[in-house]
């Protein structure tokens, strides 16, 4: 089963988002993993609607727009002004998610629901048939660089709900390839990773961008052949 790498820019260079989105698409990336962060929801600040926007240009492929903030309906509408493909609210961010992935979807964008590592998946089963994407968190939101937690049977239980339906299971915080294949084998078809896409390289060094993606796919990959 074909398998897609989302790198997270929280593990890129801050000062170069536009460059280190091109460099890691260029390196195989499938998808841009954006982690907006408000302080609150979770113990972590990062960056808004404008950030998405200025960084918009410089990505071909898909906008995954991880929101961990609370609330979040009242900055729908800014996030699909600013070019987001795919909205990711967290399950635990209120009484409303219901209401919220609606609003998503009205506003023009695909809606993901995220299942923090000590939510159970049950959370998720009434509004399994208004998203097109659950993000699973391997480690508690709020930093990248933290050890991976293994929900294995977290994802596993998830891909039973989800049955034939055609939605993503992602899997976010501490993959890398050894991680990558456990998460794989559960039922995730999506990976995000940060440090592990980043580390050790850079935009005037994509070829190690490029060698990291290889290492993480071809990991979860090998999974099933
Ligand atoms: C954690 C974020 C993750 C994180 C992944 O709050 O949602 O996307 O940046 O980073 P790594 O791969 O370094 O764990
Ligand atoms: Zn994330």
């Not at 976010?172 to 940060?194: C, E, F």
């Amino acid at each position: 089963m074909p398998v897609l790498i989302a790198p997270s820019i929280l593990a890129a260079d801050f000062a170069a988002f536009g460059e280190e989105c091109r460099a890691v698409e260029g390196a195989g990336a499938d998808w841009i993993h954006v982690d907006v962060m408000d302080g609150h929801f979770v113990p972590n600040l990062t960056f808004g609607p404008a950030t998405v926007k200025a960084i918009r240009p410089h990505v071909r492929g898909l906008l995954d727009v991880h929101l961990m903030i609370a609330p979040v309906d009242p900055f729908v509408t800014a996030f699909a002004e600013a070019g987001a493909d795919i909205l990711t609210a967290h399950v635990e961010a209120g009484p409303h998610i219901h209401r919220t992935l609606q609003t998503i979807r009205d506003a023009g964008m695909r809606p993901g629901v995220a299942l923090n590592p000590g939510t159970p998946v049950e959370a998720v089963a009434p509004v399994i048939d208004l998203v097109d994407l659950v993000c699973v968190m391997t480690v508690n939101p709020g930093f990248g660089g933290q050890r991976f937690l293994d929900v294995s049977p977290k994802i596993a239980a998830l891909r039973a709900m989800i049955g034939d339906r055609p939605i993503h299971i992602e899997v976010d915080g501490g993959i890398d390839a050894s991680t990558a294949p456990g998460a794989a084998r559960a039922g995730a078809d999506v990976l995000v990773a940060g440090s592990a896409v980043f580390r050790g390289g850079s935009a005037r060094m994509p070829e190690v961008y490029a060698a990291n993606i290889t290492a993480i796919r071809q990991a979860a990959e090998g999974v099933w052949t």
